[in-house]
């Protein structure tokens, strides 16, 4: 049955599930959908996590740590993690510790100052930071003199370049006027905004009430410091969203113009986060219901001005994202899409991603592990993964479809050595018979174009180019849905 039928825009008509469904895409079919949503990676990495082993250990980490130290002149970034939140959102799917015990936070920081101390002296002199994220948890948990420490840390081991892309993940509801201050007198130029919804009726059933009122007197003092790009975090698919509902959050989200919007699909994994299991699977939307909610989010962004950048994310056409999707130079890492890629990514904190010199290595995810580590004298590496030649090829494709939705198959064979066509033989047969027949993918003399309507639906074309998905024989899930 199909989910939408073609009428002029603006309708509301009763979805298969009797939930109101928007009147536009008119292509997306309950069949497709069905096919389609399966569970998937959203490729912040490839491969990814999931990969990850104890093989690739703390001696692993110093040699790629090493190798990378050779140019000192290559840009850098920097990830800083900050768990802490002082209470749980149901929904959350981030590595948080919950903690109203701030002396907790300052031992961690005496820890992460170490940490950052320990990878400068191994990058021999590599100092130059274009890109800089501190996440979380919550960073601005974090008390004014605690920011100005950790910064002044970072500041004193490495040199953050003018114009970097420097940013901090808020949490508008523990976040003050005076830590909006400082950040931005210390250079943070980026800010990424949680949200999520609106609705009283949604905020309550996720234990996150965030008063409108409250995130919007942030935002505008966030504008009045000068933050050069503001962005705002929504998720569809969380408890009792209705396409109404939920349209009012995004109505109210594009009044305020923020730089950039993320509007993710909720992560719904149970099996990992103890703390989803506290929802209620029958106040969920269906399936149906939570694919017509991004429809409706995202129309009512491209209405309200906004350009689509790639899968899930919106920004104002004079934003330097929608600029690089323009110029199909958009690229994306484990802080999300950026403009200013620099070829090795420094991860400190628990649980804190690195990819150095063709590797990924990933931090300890508990204290008592981290703090161990670090007395010793060691990196806290728990696991990582060293990237074979075919890695790096699938990387790239991967990369290049989820950013710009576009591949030419011509570019990979000079950049790899390889011929595109014969390597990728097996692949580009299974997307002609799914993606292509379902229209969802172009390919024409060795280019790959994602159509609108497969934009939605791009990891699932990813995932043919994935081949540790395709030697998964368990049937264990480990991803959420794709849509
Ligand atoms: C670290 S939080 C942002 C900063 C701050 N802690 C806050 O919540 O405002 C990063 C973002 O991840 C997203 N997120 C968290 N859990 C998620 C899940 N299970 N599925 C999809 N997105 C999720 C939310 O949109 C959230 O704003
Ligand atoms: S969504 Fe943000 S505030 Fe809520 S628990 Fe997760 S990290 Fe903390």
Redesign the pocket.
């Known amino acids: 049955m199909s989910l939408e039928v073609p009428r002029p825009r603006g309708g509301l008509v009763p979805g298969s599930d009797g939930a109101a469904v928007p009147a536009r895409e008119p292509e997306v079919t309950v069949e497709l959908l069905r096919r389609y949503d399966r569970p998937g990676p959203r490729y912040t990495s490839y491969p990814t996590a999931v990969e990850f082993h104890a093989g690739f250990d703390e001696a692993a980490y110093r040699e790629h740590l090493a190798r990378a130290s050779a140019d000192r002149d290559a840009p850098l970034s920097l990830y800083l993690h900050l768990p802490f939140?002082e209470e749980r959102?149901t929904?959350?799917?981030?590595m948080v510790i919950i903690t109203k015990k701030r002396e907790v936070a300052a031992h961690y920081l005496d820890y992460l100052h170490r940490e950052i101390a320990l990878l400068a002296e191994h990058l021999s002199g590599r100092r130059r930071v274009v890109q800089y994220h501190w996440?979380?948890?919550?960073p601005t948990y974090l008390s004014v003199p605690q920011i100005e420490a950790l910064s002044a840390t970072v500041s004193r081991h490495f040199d953050i370049q003018p114009g970097a892309e420097v940013a901090i993940?808020?949490?508008?509801r523990v976040t003050s006027f005076a830590q909006l201050e400082t950040l931005r007198a210390l250079g943070f130029n980026r800010l990424?905004?949680?949200?999520?919804d609106f609705t009283a009726e949604v905020q309550q059933a996720v234990n996150r009430v965030q008063g409108e009122d409250q995130t919007r007197a942030l935002f505008e003092r966030a504008r009045e410091l000068g933050y050069v790009s503001i962005n705002i975090?929504?998720?569809y698919g969380l408890p009792f969203q209705t396409l109404d509902s939920f349209g009012r959050s995004v109505d109210a989200v594009v009044r305020m113009r923020p730089d950039r919007v993320?509007v993710?699909?909720?992560?719904?994994?149970p099996w990992i986060?103890g703390n989803?299991r506290r929802l209620r699977p029958e106040d969920l939307p269906s399936p149906e219901t939570k694919l017509a909610l991004f429809v409706e989010a995202r129309q009512r962004f491209l209405d309200g001005g906004y350009q689509a950048i790639g899968m899930d994310h919106f920004a104002l056409p004079e934003d330097e994202l929608a600029r690089a999707t323009r110029s199909r130079t958009l690229h994306r890492n484990f802080m999300g899409y950026t403009v200013k890629p620099a070829p090795d990514m420094l991860g400190a904190g628990v649980s804190a991603i690195g990819d150095v010199a063709g590797a990924f290595a990933q931090n300890v995810k508990k204290l008592s592990q981290y703090y161990a580590a670090l007395d010793a004298g060691r990196f806290p590496i728990e696991r990582g993964y060293r990237l074979s030649p075919d890695d790096h090829v699938r990387r790239h494709v991967i990369a290049q479809l989820m950013c710009n939705f576009h591949l030419d198959g011509g570019d990979v064979s000079r950049r790899f050595g390889i011929d595109f066509d014969s390597y990728f033989a097996r692949e580009l047969e299974e997307l002609r018979s799914g993606p292509v027949a379902d229209g969802f993918l172009e390919v024409d003399g060795g280019r790959l174009e994602v159509t609108p309507r497969g934009r939605l639906f791009v990891r699932n074309v990813c995932m043919v180019f994935d081949r540790y998905l395709r030697e998964k024989t368990s049937g264990t899930p480990v991803f959420?849905r794709t849509v």
């Open positions: 939140c959102c929904f959350c799917g981030c996440g979380g948890g919550t993940e808020v949490d508008p990424s905004m949680g949200v999520q975090d929504l998720i993320a993710y699909s909720f992560a719904h994994v986060r989803q959420s």
